[in-house]
């Protein structure tokens, strides 16, 4: 078994470790060595979409994945996930690692197909509306509700990504995402399948809530 990255942050300002987030753990961890083979100690670019406490990339780097020659970017609209993710990987001793946090409206500020792991636990709670993005950093609880909800179904977020999908990967590229039952992911992947080879990686009751990783990648490799 993995160690799980040891987090310290102010819960009030960023999205605590739940569930959600240990079962995105297992599944990386389940799929280390699928990472290792297909990357095959080539230069990788791991990029993860709302790090909120960092433990996932911090994760992904503590255990060197997929490979020694990765890189990662940890990407939030909340500027203080983006301190939290750093500490997180100071307080692991993950500075041989490259990583760059920055503040991004979902992949905005990537180049097109230059990702190629990333990992996303999308806001999936159903609600009417997604609150703006504060201009103040110091509107905590908008802060926190934008990592939290996710318009009608709880889908609104998560599809823009996978609408994107075939510009963010690059041609070998993998995307880990994270779904609830009420996301109705049975019909996202009937709806994909034809251009995207998709696989079930973890499924777990947690509480209430019923979750689910899915791993997606190119139907032409």
């Not at 995105?24 to 406490?53: A, H, M």
């Not at 110091?138 to 823009?160: F, P, R, S, Y």
Request: a negative charge.
């Amino acid at each position: 078994m993995l160690p799980t990255p040891y987090v310290k942050c102010d819960y009030e300002k960023v999205y605590e470790p739940a569930e959600d987030s240990f079962l995105l753990l297992d599944s990386l961890e389940k799929d280390q060595l699928y990472l290792s083979e297909r990357f095959n100690n080539t230069l990788s670019v791991v990029c993860e979409l709302g790090p909120g406490s960092g433990i996932i990339t911090t994760f992904m780097m503590q255990n060197t994945m997929p490979t020694n020659n990765s890189i990662y970017f940890a990407l939030d609209i909340n500027p203080w996930a983006l301190e939290a993710t750093t500490d997180t990987a100071i307080r692991n001793s993950c500075e041989k690692s490259y990583l760059e946090t920055i503040q991004s409206n979902l992949t905005s500020s990537i180049r097109n197909n230059e990702i190629d792991i990333l990992v996303f636990n999308p806001p999936y709670v159903p609600a009417e509306t997604i609150p703006d993005i504060p201009m103040d950093k110091n509107d905590i609880d908008t802060w926190l509700d934008l990592a939290l909800v996710g318009g009608e179904d709880g889908m609104k977020i998560t599809q823009l990504v996978l609408d994107q999908l075939d510009s963010i990967l690059s041609i070998n590229g993998v995307a880990y995402i994270l779904f609830c039952a009420r996301n109705k992911p049975e019909n996202i992947v009937k709806l994909m399948k034809n251009q995207w080879s998709i696989e079930l990686v973890e499924h777990r009751k947690a509480g209430w809530e019923v979750l689910s990783v899915y791993r997606f990648s190119r139907k032409s490799l």
